[in-house]
């Protein structure tokens, strides 16, 4: 099972086992159906949605066969992740670009270690051989995501990228 993190359980809501998730997943619209699984906390228990809803800034979700608050007590806290294997989204998750090469000109400077979230878009942390850099995850900046030839090509600036 090849299993995403998209966000986490903080707490219940009402007495009928509806429960909050705390989420900024890019997918989640295509994730949060009905008839669609989840698996959350530490033994990924896998459970199915029954009903999906947004409520001020949460993913309100109740499970299939669940309709007690009590029945979902213990879930709060927990992570929610989803099987990638399940789905076919339209576009990039951060998650494959972790660990794909950085090329500059054709040359390659490193490669991505993880994505950083920030307010206003994600920033790639690309390790070279010297340090870390930070590079906005735009496309002024990356031009071109290559998952076949696990590469990303970047565009520098002055100071962007400097190994001095």
Known sequence: MNLIYIGDIVNTHGIKGEVRILSDFKYKKDVFKKGNYVYVGYDKDKLKLNSYRVHKNFDMVTFEGINNINDVLMYKGDHV?????????????YEDVVGLDVL?????I???ESIMKSSAHP??????SKKKHLVPFIDEFVKNVDLDKKEVIIEVIDG?????
């Open 81 to 93: 992740y989803i099987n990638r294997d399940e789905y076919n989204f339209d576009g990039i998750l």
């Open 104 to 108: 500059v000109d054709n040359n390659k």
């Open 110 to 112: 490193g490669e991505v």
């Open 123 to 128: 920033i790639l942390v690309i390790k070279t």
């Open 160 to 164: 962007l990228i400097d190994e001095d």
